[in-house]
């Protein structure tokens, strides 16, 4: 079992503006700011404004909106960054390596000839 959306979360508080991000993309559903202890340089957070704790419980039709952001925002990092490739990930609470409960994608620039895993 898992908790219901905790809106006191550090992106409900980025999204309302209460503390600062570096963000390179908004539209009215998705925002995208940069990771502040990115595994890359490049790390790039993509999340929908909508509350969900993760994808676990997370709206498909959010979720429809969401993906054709993240597929804009890993072309833009991979040509802002030069890079040979990009990860995409998303952790699915404290057991899989969630730490931040509100849903978000994470887009990593990277690089032929380096580990694989970010
Ligand atoms: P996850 O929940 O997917 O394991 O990771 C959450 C991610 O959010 C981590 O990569 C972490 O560096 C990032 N993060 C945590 N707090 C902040 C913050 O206040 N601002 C930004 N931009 N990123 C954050």
Do not use: W
């Not at 054709?68 to 998303?90: L, M, R, S, T, W």
């Not at 057991?95 to 978000?104: C, E, I, M, P």
Request: with cysteine.
């Amino acid at each position: 079992t898992s908790a219901s959306y905790d809106n006191n979360n550090i992106f409900a508080k980025i999204l309302r503006g209460e503390i600062p991000s570096h963000r390179i993309y908004e539209d009215n559903d998705t925002i995208a700011f940069m990771d502040v202890m990115p595994q890359a340089p490049g790390h790039v957070l993509v999340l929908p404004k909508a509350p969900s704790r993760n994808l676990l419980d997370a709206d498909p039709v959010v979720l429809a909106k969401t993906i054709p952001v993240v597929q804009k925002i890993a072309n833009a990092v991979k040509e802002a960054f030069d890079a040979d490739g990009v990860f995409v990930c998303q952790f699915n609470e404290p057991a899989a390596g969630q730490t931040v409960f509100h849903l978000h994608f994470h887009v990593i620039p990277r690089y032929e000839g380096t580990a694989l895993r970010p």
